[in-house]
T-cell receptor
Framework: TQLLEQSPQFLSIQEGENLTVYCNSS?????LQWYRQEPGEGPVLLVT?????EVKKLKRLTFQFGDARKDSSLHITAAQPGDTGLYLC???????????FGKGTTLSVSS | EAQVTQNPRYLITVTGKKLTVTCSQN?????MSWYRQDPGLGLRQIYY???????DKGDVPEGYKVSRKEKRNFPLILESPSPNQTSLYFC???????????FGSGTRLTVV
């Protein structure tokens, strides 16, 4: 069974700080996705990365896919209270079947 | 508006009473999937479908049934609900799982 380990599980920071969330596995993924979820709502897709070493930027968010396609990171620059939420990584295995989710990182940004 | 619509949003039922949670998407997506989300366990896939009449089990399929008779609809059926199926359920759709899913707003199910 493929697993995705996210760290840290919880993160509480002040507005303006930078942070990085990690998503690691011992398995290779054909693609990896990052979602953000607010309480009581469905996850919303932020980005999909498919190429080893790929870096994508979405305003203050930077996503990186590891060279070996086993890990990914999400870096937020100058966090704002609106960034508060649950961040989830999800990967599709090389067999291209199930989409597996990590357990998530709960981010709280206070002003 | 492109969306995945689940109904109902909230449901309280009794053990053993069959229920169906409906899911519909208007984006002509091939892939559809059901997940349950539980504290400490995260999102776990129940069933997924790659196209009409093609379904497959996810990680936690026991106690659930699905059908995909039309491309837009993917209902989740609990034939005999039990309290351990109390959870937050999400339906999602995509052109391809590797591209990224669009999720519905969720159904909070309580089985007493």
């Amino acid at each position: 069974t493929q697993l995705l380990e996210q760290s840290p599980q919880f993160l509480s920071i002040q507005e303006g700080e930078n942070l990085t969330v990690y998503c690691n596995s011992s398995s290779v993924f054909s693609s990896l996705q990052w979602y953000r979820q607010e309480p009581g709502e469905g996850p919303v897709l932020l980005v999909t990365v498919v190429t080893g070493g790929e870096v994508k930027k979405l305003k203050r968010l930077t996503f990186q896919f590891g060279d070996a396609r086993k890990d990914s990171s999400l870096h937020i620059t100058a966090a704002q209270p609106g960034d508060t939420g649950l961040y989830l990584c999800a990967g599709v295995g090389q067999a291209g079947t199930a989409l597996i989710f990590g357990k998530g990182t709960t981010l709280s940004v206070s002003s | 508006e492109a969306q995945v619509t689940q109904n109902p949003r909230y449901l309280i039922t009794v053990t053993g009473k069959k229920l169906t949670v409906t899911c519909s998407q208007n984006m002509n997506h091939e892939y559809m999937s059901w997940y349950r989300q539980d504290p400490g366990l995260g999102l776990r896939q129940i069933y997924y479908s790659m196209n009409v009449e093609v379904t497959d089990k996810g990680d936690v399929p026991e106690g659930y049934k699905v059908s995909r008779k039309e491309k837009r609809n993917f209902p989740l059926i609990l034939e005999s609900p039990s309290p351990n199926q109390t959870s937050l359920y999400f339906c999602a759709s995509s052109f391809w799982q590797g591209y990224g899913y669009t999720f519905g707003s969720g159904t909070r199910l309580t089985v007493v």
